[in-house]
């Protein structure tokens, strides 16, 4: 779990087996990691971005700690490679 900004809206973003997941008061998002097509980190200093590129357009999960955002792009990259999860 880490605290970030998703369309101007404070959450946190939780990391499953099966998704990425950003739940603010008045804004969700779930992304399966099977609707990734890729995703990477930006940002080294204060803050960072966690950019995931989907089907449906780019998403930015922002104001993130930059080792929390490499950590989490790297576990999903991870994920993305192993294929769906099995149930």
């Known amino acids: 779990m880490a605290p970030g ?3 101007g809206h404070d ?5 499953t ?13 779930l992304v399966p ?13 204060f803050r960072a971005n966690l950019i995931l590129s989907t089907a449906s357009g780019k998403t930015v999960v922002g104001g ?11 576990f999903a990259r991870r994920r993305i490679a192993e294929g ?3 149930v």
């Open 5 to 7: 900004i998703s369309t």
């Open 11 to 15: 959450g946190v973003l939780v990391v």
């Open 17 to 29: 087996d099966r998704r990425l997941l950003f739940v603010g008061l008045r804004h969700k998002l």
């Open 33 to 45: 990691y099977d609707g990734i097509a890729s995703v990477k980190a930006s940002g080294r200093w």
């Open 64 to 74: 993130l700690d930059p080792s929390h955002a490499t950590e989490i792009a790297a």
């Open 84 to 86: 769906p999860a099995i």
